[in-house]
Every structure is written in C-alpha cells, then in structure tokens.
C-alpha cells in the first residue's frame, strides 16, 4: 500500500517543522482543484474575447471600409505611332518583327525608310491639324461680306422662299382654271403676278424676324440673313418693293377682293403666324389658313365673287396642310426644339399624328363634295379616291407607327398628292354648257 503525501513529510521531516510544512501541504491540496478550475474558466474567457473582438475587427473592413480593398488598375497603354493608326495590328507587329538587331558599330548613319515613313506621317498629320485649327479660328473670327451683282439673284430667291412662292403661284392658277367663265389671259398673268410678289414679301419679312431662331436650326442656319450674306435693311427694302407692287397690280389690275386678300395673307403670316410659332401650337392652324388664301384669291380674280366654290377648293388647301406640315415637323423635332418653336410634333405629339390623319380622311369627303357644288364632274370623286385612300393610309401608318420611316412616306406623298389632284379636278371642271345642258328640258 503506498503512503499519503502527509506520511511522507512527516517521516522525512518530525517536531515543529514537520507540523508546519503538512498544514502547508494539505492546504495546497484542497484548493488544488477550485485553482486549476479557475485557471481554465480564465483561459476560456480570454480566447472568447479575443474571438469577439477579430470578429469585430473584420466586419469593420469588410462593411464600414470597402474602399480600403486593393483595386488592379490597369496599365496604361503607351501613345500610339500616327504612323501605325492608320495601318492594321497585324502589319505594324510584322514590321516590327522584321527589323534585324545589328550590333552598335555596324548601324548606318544614314536613316531608316521606316523612320523617314513615320516622319512624313507625322509630320502630314501636324499640318492637317494646323490647317483645320487655323480654318476653325478663321470661321470664329468676324469677317466682312462682301455682296457681288452676280449672287443678287440668288440669295434674293433663297431670301423669299422660291419653292414655297411657286407652289403659292400654282395653287392661285389652279383656283383661276377652275373658276367659272371664260379665261382671262391678262388677268391670270397679273393675278400670278401680283400672288408670286406677295408671297415674296411675306417670306421675306418672315426670315427677317426669325434670324436668331433660324441660327439654331440646321435646316435653316444657312438662310441669307443668318449667314450675314445681305444686311436686314436691303431684307426689308426687297419685301416692300414686293408687298407695295404685288398689293398694287391685286387691287387695281384685278379687283379689290384679290387686293384686299392678298394683304390680309401677308398681315397673316407675318404679324400672326411668325410670332405664334413661339407661342402656341395654333400656329399650325393659322398657318393653314394662310396656305388655303392663294386658290381662293384665284377664283376671285377670275369671278369676282367669294362663293362656295372658292371656299371648297380653300378647304382641300386647308385640309392638305396638315399631313404636309406634320409629317415635315416630325422629323425636324429636335431643330424645332433648338429653335424654341412650339410645335404640336414637339409638345402635342399625338395630337400631331391624329390631327394629320384627321385631315387625310376629310379630303376624301371635300373630294365628294366637288361635284354637289357643279365645280366637278361626278368622275371626279370616284377617279380621285384611289390617291386619296392611299394617301390617307399613309396617314394611318404615320398614327399608328410614329416614327421617321412613317412621317417621310406621309411626307412625299403630300409632294405630289396635292398637284394629281388639282390636275383631276381641272380635267373633271364642269363645264357652263353641260350645266345649261342638265337643266334644259326636252321639247
């Protein structure tokens, strides 16, 4: 049997000493186990908070600080060559590949064909960036205009819209041909005289007032007045020795309702169309009112009278505008946009293409109601209705698409829609005898 620890001591060691150092081992002995306890409660807690704490540690990077993570960044990539820009990789790799390595003593003083390639591509490429610096600080300079006799001419037919002023001419020939009675050569010529310089004088004034607008279109930026080619003085001395003369030969070399129609167009699309354009989208309207004055001052001239039959050919001038100008204006959005013109394409777009198809199904039924008003044959409707359905299918497509493709198909159509028609009806005219002919009763 082995001896306790106590037994131990006290063989080895007897009297007083013995007795102190076994009270000082059985001491030891029982809080032995509470201290190997408390030692190891100690370590865990430790390692528990120092967990914590990396736990803590971590989520403060990876959460509060996502910016401190390395990012790779991507090397730079070295200038290219002006030379090699305007060869292929490939080929500038191979030239690259191609040139030998001579040793230092054996290279030629004279130089590379290569190089002198570079040098020259270089070197073109600074004088090209040059010139086209030195011709865009030219264009920002102020530099007079010089007017010489022969470009006259010219920028005054760009000045009064000579497109715009012989469509005006036809309309007002076509309203004369189809008015009743006999042909009057010397006062169709002086009615399309005095219609052409009206017209004239309104686009001029009209250009006139809208030079700071105009300038921040593309499609009107490079108009006589934006570009500076005449001064706005000699403008407006062409639109009076227009207005005065044309206003002049309406009144007295035709009759007074011509005169006083022409001057009211001209008062209407220079003092109420050009302004409102940046008003409200009833310009569009106003605009059409002035489009559908030219037939009509033609049949006055030829009949001097205001009667329905001037007021219908009006009305498919009216009606005709409105596929014509909607579908232009939506394509030239944005420049209506720049130029700060309200316009239904920009502001009303729906109302844009519904008004337009609108418009397209009315000159169907003002068609038919040519030949109620013995302006037309009853042919006409009828021979006049394919042109008229295909183009108000168009109109449908512009409503139900809305898009570029859809407007410009609207749009050319509208070019030679408007002069078919007009030719129908001229070739459709009803005749004073075939109407004396229908009321007379057999004897």
Request: glycine share 6%; with cysteine; net charge positive.
């Amino acid at each position: 049997m082995a001896a306790s620890p106590h037994t131990l001591s006290s063989r080895i060691l007897t009297g007083s000493v013995g007795g102190c150092v076994w009270y000082l081992e059985r001491r030891a002995l029982q809080g032995l186990p509470h201290r190997v306890t408390h030692l190891f409660r100690n370590v865990n807690n430790q390692w528990v908070t120092v967990q914590h704490l990396s736990f803590l540690k971590r989520m403060y990077v990876t959460q509060l600080h996502r910016g401190l993570s390395q990012r790779v960044k991507p090397k730079p990539e070295p200038p290219a060559s002006p030379f090699l820009e305007h060869t292929s990789s490939g080929q500038a790799r191979a030239e690259v590949d191609e040139v030998p390595s001579f040793p230092a003593p054996s290279l030629p003083l004279s130089r590379k064909p290569n190089e002198e390639l570079v040098e020259l591509g270089a070197t073109s490429i600074m004088d090209n960036s040059l010139d086209t610096a030195k011709e865009k600080k030219e264009e920002k300079q102020w530099k007079e205009m010089k007017l010489h006799t022969d470009d006259l001419p010219g920028i005054l037919a760009r000045l009064s819209k000579i497109k715009l002023t012989a469509l005006v001419v036809s309309t007002t020939s076509a309203g004369f041909a189809l008015a009743p009675g006999p042909f009057d050569w010397s006062c169709f010529l002086l009615t399309s005289l005095g219609t052409g310089l009206a017209s004239c004088a309104a686009n001029s004034i009209n250009q006139f007032f809208e030079v700071p607008f105009d300038s921040n279109m593309n499609r009107t930026k490079n108009r006589p007045l934006v570009r500076g080619q005449i001064s706005p003085l000699l403008a407006v001395s062409f639109a009076t020795c227009c207005a005065v003369p044309g206003v002049a030969l309406l009144t007295w070399g035709v009759n007074p309702l011509t005169g006083a129609l022409g001057f009211f167009n001209i008062f209407l699309y220079t003092c109420c169309y050009t302004p409102l354009k940046r008003i409200s989208i009833a310009n569009t309207w106003v605009g059409a009112v002035v489009g559908a004055i030219p037939p009509v001052m033609g049949w006055t001239a030829a009949t001097g009278s205001l009667d329905a039959g001037a007021l219908l050919l009006g009305g498919i001038l009216y009606s005709w505008q409105f596929p014509h100008f909607n579908a232009l204006s939506w394509g030239l959005r944005e420049d209506y946009s720049r130029g700060g013109y309200c316009m239904m394409s920009v502001t009303h777009p729906a109302l844009c293409r519904r008004v337009a198809l609108r418009h397209c199904l009315a000159l169907i039924a003002l068609s038919t109601a040519a030949p109620v008003l013995d302006i037309t044959t009853w042919v006409f409707p009828i021979i006049s209705l394919p042109i008229n359905l295909y183009i108000s299918y168009l109109g449908f497509r512009f409503y139900m698409d809305a898009d570029r493709k859809s407007s410009r198909k609207l749009f050319f159509c509208s070019l030679w829609h408007l002069p078919l028609l007009l030719l129908l009806m001229l070739t459709c005219k009803q005749r004073p005898g075939q109407e004396g002919d229908k009321g007379e009763a057999p004897s």
